[in-house]
């Protein structure tokens, strides 16, 4: 049985410096749309269950994916973004050990909130707040 360990993937990924850009750019955004879609009604349950307005006020069960579009304009780009700069970084610094990924992963979601946040909140307010102006 032969174990593969990300060194000894390593080599294939950096092949050239447009093909990890692309796939790094292609896997985010597809799983990080995938997550989204497929977790989006627990979120909202959780969103609902949270508001000051009470789990009822708020929509209940009605409209599980009401405020989805939002996602699905913020959540590949977000994961993109994340993605590349998790990849890119840890080819400037050279080493795969713990601490390398760590700090890539870091810079990699810090770059990726200036997208996610913003539509985070425009989510979050779709999934609430509509119901208030009934």
Do not use: W
């Amino acid at each position: 049985m032969v174990l593969l360990s990300f060194e000894d993937e390593r080599p294939a990924m950096t092949n050239s410096k447009d093909s990890i850009s692309l796939r790094s750019l292609l896997a985010g955004a597809s799983a990080g749309l995938a997550v989204d879609l497929t977790l989006y009604p627990l979120d909202t349950i959780k969103t609902r269950a949270q508001s000051s307005q009470g789990f009822a006020a708020a929509g209940g069960l009605r409209n599980l994916y009401s405020g989805l579009g939002s996602v699905a304009l913020g959540s590949a780009p977000g994961a993109a973004i994340f993605f590349c700069t998790y990849q890119t970084t840890n080819k400037l610094i050279g080493r795969h050990d713990a601490l390398s990924h760590a700090f890539a992963a870091g810079i990699g979601e810090i770059l990726a909130c200036t997208v996610r946040v913003p539509t985070e909140l425009v989510k979050q307010r779709a999934q609430v707040f509509k119901y208030q102006l009934n």
